[in-house]
């Protein structure tokens, strides 16, 4: 009955990030491989998404057509009415810049900087804040994910879950309108795992939206809905009871 109420408004929604028959196919020696066969989605502002499935069903795939890092092959992708689909790799950039950020299973820190110097790069790409405003902002987002008193630190002297705090205080830099995920608890023990996620839990009841892929049927029951991919396809989607502890 709950996914019957909230897809009854879903045509009076505007959704943030709207794919509509979304193929990717790679070439390789081995012939052409479809990655996402005519996927179909909404992402809807306040959500916490959770895309699940196995190895090699897609869902890296997907997340890097959602970000605008691969280009689909056929299908349109808007993103807050935006036709990302008909973009440059360079407007792309932009956009994802602008309205995404993005949490990497790696971290992808920078090792000659220091923790507070990774939360404030993004910013100065952007050239969003002063760089007293992105002093101030950096230290407030190292203290919401609990991080603060090591922003003099480097990435290194961190342990693998502080890393990963890290990533997310440098990704929510600039303010974006949603987070993106590819499986940001896959190199973390199940303790920091379950640690993270209740921080994306906690960023989602502040008002963020989240797109997280995993393949932890955990860490899957933590959003508020999960679709589930085989083999390039969406086989279910279910509405969950949320972001609970």
Do not use: C
């Amino acid at each position: 009955m709950l996914e019957q109420n909230i897809y009854s408004n879903a045509d009076t929604r505007q959704p943030f990030i709207d794919l509509r028959n979304v193929v990717k196919t790679y070439d390789s020696l081995a012939g052409s491989i479809t990655a996402l066969q005519g996927i179909d989605l909404q992402i809807y502002r306040g959500e916490f998404l959770i895309v699940t499935g196995k190895s090699g069903s897609g869902k890296t795939t997907l997340v890097n057509t959602v970000t605008g890092l691969d280009r689909i092959t056929s299908g349109e992708i808007w993103v807050d009415g935006a036709p990302l689909h008909h973009f440059s790799s360079e407007r792309a950039a932009k956009l994802r810049g602008k309205t995404m950020g993005v949490v990497f299973q790696s971290f992808e820190l920078l090792p000659t900087l220091t923790v507070l110097q990774n939360v404030m790069l993004p910013m100065d790409f952007a050239r969003k804040y002063s760089v007293r405003e992105q002093r101030q902002r950096a230290m407030q987002l190292l203290e919401q994910v609990d991080i603060a008193d090591h922003a003099k630190k480097y990435p290194t002297a961190l342990s693998g879950g502080q890393q990963q705090r890290l990533s997310i205080a440098r990704a929510m830099a600039n303010d974006p309108a949603i987070l993106v995920a590819d499986e940001p608890t896959g190199s973390l023990d199940s303790g920091t795992a379950t640690a993270v996620i209740d921080l994306f839990a906690e960023l989602v009841r502040q008002g963020s939206t989240i797109l997280l892929v995993t393949h932890d049927k955990d860490v899957a029951k933590r959003g508020s809905r999960m679709v589930t991919l085989a083999d390039g396809q969406i086989i279910d989607s279910e509405i969950q009871e949320g972001t609970h502890a």
